[in-house]
């Protein structure tokens, strides 16, 4: 299957593409090492997660036409590992991003990852996540209830808010500033 954008061209020849009508996969090749990873920390851009680890970062969108996720996972130095995208039925903001979250952790426990780094710009499901606080929507808690059950299969999760100042601990997960 020809890849569905330049883009995804661009991505399908360092690693694997795979597509469907409404989602898009990315992998990056085989070559990559989980062991080889360091941790160069920075605070005034993108932070590296630590030896041993991946980042992933999730994004979710609502518009008046409809919803997207997507996410990527790097390395400590911005090697591109995986990314996702998808479409979604229309949905809230605060559902969209806790599908964009939920889809990430779908695909690292697959891949059989753990002690991920996870960074997001929805700071309020963040610390809800990060607290175990009750959402009340009900379609946010649905969301929040599947990723509640993943987070235990993946170790020693962090989470942190993209600009964040302050954050709460998820048991087995610690959120970073």
Avoid: C
């Avoid at 390395?75 to 903001?93: C, E, M, N, P, W």
């Avoid at 997001?120 to 929507?137: N, Q």
């Avoid at 170790?155 to 600009?163: F, L, R, W």
């Amino acid at each position: 299957m020809p890849p569905a954008s330049p883009e995804a061209a661009m991505e399908s020849k360092r690693g694997n593409l795979k597509t469907s009508s409404s989602s898009s996969i990315w992998t990056a090749p085989k070559k990559s090492k989980l062991a080889n990873l360091k941790s160069v920390p920075s605070s005034s851009i993108w932070t590296t997660p630590k030896k041993g680890r991946l980042k992933l970062n999730f994004d979710g969108s609502s518009k008046s036409k409809g919803s997207s996720i997507g996410g990527v996972y790097r390395d400590h130095k911005g090697k591109f590992i995986l990314g996702y995208a998808q479409g979604i039925s229309r949905v809230t903001s605060s559902v969209a991003e806790l599908v964009a979250l939920k889809r990430g952790l779908q695909l690292a426990v697959k891949k059989g990852w753990s002690d991920i780094s996870i960074e997001g710009d929805f700071k309020a499901g963040i610390d809800a996540i990060a607290s175990r606080a009750p959402f009340r929507a009900k379609k946010d808690l649905g969301q929040y209830m599947q990723i509640a059950a993943m987070l235990p299969l993946l170790g020693k999760t962090t989470m942190s808010h993209a600009g964040a100042k302050l954050g709460k601990i998820y048991p087995g997960a610690q959120v970073l500033h």
